[in-house]
């Protein structure tokens, strides 16, 4: 995945067991932690949020890119009728695949977007034998995505989602009924 962090402690001059002891296990989470040098060729698709469009993603993909971290091998539209079009080509690769997706219809509901999503993954089955993805979604993205992890993500017939990062989605209007619901109600509960 793209994602990166950093484990440090800081130490005073005086060393005690339970500086060593802290030490190890931040060594220990430091090498569960992904770096540049590990590749994959499974594609990362980016998802953008409501009324998104080439420009969402862009400038993300391009630092990445620039960084070592992946590369952008396809931009994958979906017209509002669920029809996949690709500009790009796929290679089996481990680069790091960083796939764009968008959505012709960049106004449309979270249910249509998750079927939408299917049509990408079956896509991508069908034309490059893609059999796990990770997917980034912003804003109403991340809650297509999440959609469509519900929906469909234990279907075997489909690619499996490894990994899934939301930015900013809205999830308090997920679940019906919740769109009245404040902070202090759900702080309440």
């Known amino acids: 995945m793209f994602l990166c962090g950093i484990v440090s402690g800081c130490k005073n001059s005086k060393s005690s067991k339970t500086d060593e002891s802290n030490t190890s296990t931040q060594t220990s989470a430091s090498s569960s932690v992904s770096s540049k040098s590990e590749q994959s060729k499974i594609p990362t698709l980016f998802i953008h949020g409501y009324q998104g469009t080439a420009n969402s993603f862009h400038g993300m993909l391009t630092r990445l890119e620039k960084d070592n971290w992946g590369k952008k091998v396809l931009t994958i539209t979906v017209q509002a009728d ?49 059999t796990k993805v990770n997917l980034v979604g912003h804003s109403m993205g991340g809650v297509a995505s999440l959609r469509y992890l519900t929906a469909y993500g234990t279907d075997a017939a ?25 902070i202090a109600d759900l702080n309440s509960s």
Do not use: C, H, R
Request: hydrophobic fraction near 40%; charge should be negative; proline fraction near 4%.
């Open 158 to 182: 489909l690619p499996i989602v490894k990994k899934f990062v939301a930015i900013g989605a809205p999830f308090n209007d997920f679940v019906s009924g919740n769109e009245n619901q404040t």
């Open 82 to 130: 669920g029809t996949v079009a690709a500009d790009g080509a796929w290679t089996v690769e481990k680069n790091n695949p960083m796939i764009q997706v968008l959505f012709a219809d960049n106004q449309n509901n979270e249910w249509n977007q998750a079927d939408w999503i299917k049509n990408v993954l079956q896509y991508l089955q069908e034309k490059d034998q893609v």
